[in-house]
């Protein structure tokens, strides 16, 4: 886990104009094939609280899972990691909107398409959808999140929103809060509830 964190650092020194060797050496130490491109943390979190559930360990499939810092950052990321750069085959999750940027950042980079899935909105929408708002709020009161939550209700700015859109705009009201839920809602899931985005990257990996 310390060597999967040192590569991901390492590949966003990269992303950013440092060397590129820490991630060559680090990809090959850990035996990686695989490069997962995800847009931020809260991505990261869900898609290892699947794999945990599953009982896999990615890395040690090699399977190197790299939060990106923005969706902005996927032609950067693709050329760093894909057939350009280290060559690893590319998977990954995009949301609807940005899948122009996925689409324009993999064919500068030759990579295929189809290790990458659409979230309608947006990973959180997919599970809050799967969920259910009624049971999401359950999670955000077990977690002691309720006062959190009546303040952000009571503001002008969410009053008559679908509860849905409120409970997604809340998750990312507060630093560190996304991923938290990300984890969070993932473990609430049945197998069967698991949003098909998510599932299918899990099972192509």
Request: a neutral charge.
């Amino acid at each position: 886990m310390a060597e999967m964190r040192a590569f991901r650092d390492a590949v966003s020194g990269w992303a950013a104009g440092g060397p590129r060797e820490p991630a060559n050496d680090l990809a090959v130490r850990l035996g990686l094939r695989t490069a997962v491109l995800l847009e931020g943390l809260s991505d990261l979190a869900a898609v290892e609280a699947l794999a945990a559930r599953h009982g896999r360990d990615l890395a040690a499939e090699g399977v190197g899972v790299v939060p990106m810092g923005g969706a902005m950052n996927v032609g950067r990321y693709a050329g760093l990691l894909g057939p350009p750069g280290l060559g690893l085959r590319l998977a990954g999750l995009c949301d609807e909107d940005e899948q122009r940027f996925y689409d324009r950042g993999l064919e500068r980079a030759r990579a295929p398409h189809r290790g990458f899935f659409v979230c309608v909105t947006d990973l959180e929408d997919e599970l809050i959808r799967a969920l259910g708002t009624a049971r999401v709020e359950e999670i955000v009161r077990a977690e002691g999140d309720l006062r959190a939550w009546q303040t952000f209700l009571h503001q002008p700015a969410h009053h008559g929103r679908p509860r849905q859109q409120q409970l997604r705009r809340f998750l990312g009201t507060k630093k560190g809060r996304k991923i938290r839920y990300g984890r969070l809602l993932v473990e609430a899931l049945a197998p069967e509830e698991v949003p098909p985005p998510l599932d299918d990257l899990l099972t192509s990996l």
